[in-house]
């Protein structure tokens, strides 16, 4: 079947230390792939996308890798911080017609001041 | 600043009653997905409208859910009769997709409906 999968465990980590989350998916060749914060009780905030012809992107202190061969996106924070806290979903057009934007079921990251 | 915005925040209903929940998306989006978020399940893709039109509504069970778009401001979801099992989280997110052009999703911040 089908799946998008990210670490349901949640990811404690000190402050000031890269966090990475990673996603996997199976059975998809996806034309990009986009990644997400979650606050509780709010709606997902959109991050960065990534194409498959690239390799890397950066926003601030955030970089998310693509890797079509393996399958996979990896997603860093560096010098993480408190606010940093949140759940962290990623998301693939599966469909490559930008009609189906189908998220993993996200991984909860904790900061620890 | 823009925003997506949803109707009703919170419902509590009785089983067997109609819920309709509402979306307003930013303007000038031409694309309006309906997600249900639940613990178990994550983020589930219910329907999906581009430029008003329903182009997949795989996700939804379609014996009683129905979304439909009277207008390019606003997006309805509708479940008809209510079970306790769609007690969930209902987004909604607008986007801005032509051509290749993929664009980031804009989410409102929920309708969480309670079912008895």
């Known amino acids: 079947s089908q799946k998008i999968e990210q670490n349901s465990e949640a990811l404690n980590i000190q402050e000031g230390k890269t966090a990475t989350l990673t996603c996997n998916y199976t059975n998809y060749s996806p034309a990009y792939l986009q990644w997400y914060r979650q606050d509780p009780g709010r709606g997902p905030v959109f991050l960065l996308l990534i194409r498959e012809n690239e390799k890397e992107k950066r926003k601030e202190r955030l970089k998310v890798t693509f890797d079509t061969t393996l399958k996979q996106s990896l997603f860093h924070i560096t010098a993480s911080q408190p606010a940093d806290s949140a759940t962290y979903l990623c998301?693939?057009?599966?469909?490559?017609?930008?009609?189906?934007?189908?998220f993993g079921g996200g991984t909860r990251l904790m900061v620890k001041p | 600043d823009a925003r997506v915005t949803q109707t009703p925040r919170h419902k509590v209903t009785e089983m067997g009653q109609e819920v309709t929940m509402r979306c307003q998306p930013i303007l000038g989006h031409n694309t309006v997905f309906w997600y249900r978020q639940t613990m178990m399940q994550g983020l589930e893709l219910l329907a999906y409208?581009?430029?008003?039109?329903?182009?997949?509504d795989s996700g939804m069970p379609k014996d009683r859910f129905s979304a439909e778009m009277p207008d390019a401001t606003l997006a309805t979801l509708k479940i008809q009769p209510s079970e306790p099992r769609d007690s969930a989280v209902y987004f909604c997110?607008?986007?801005?997709?032509?051509?290749?052009?993929?664009?980031?999703?804009?989410f409102g911040e929920g309708s969480r409906l309670t079912v008895l």
């Open positions: 997110a607008s986007g801005s997709r032509t051509g290749w052009n993929t664009g980031e999703l804009f």
């Open positions: 998301a693939l057009d599966i469909d490559n017609a930008g009609n189906m934007l189908t």
């Open positions: 409208f581009r430029n008003r039109a329903p182009l997949d």
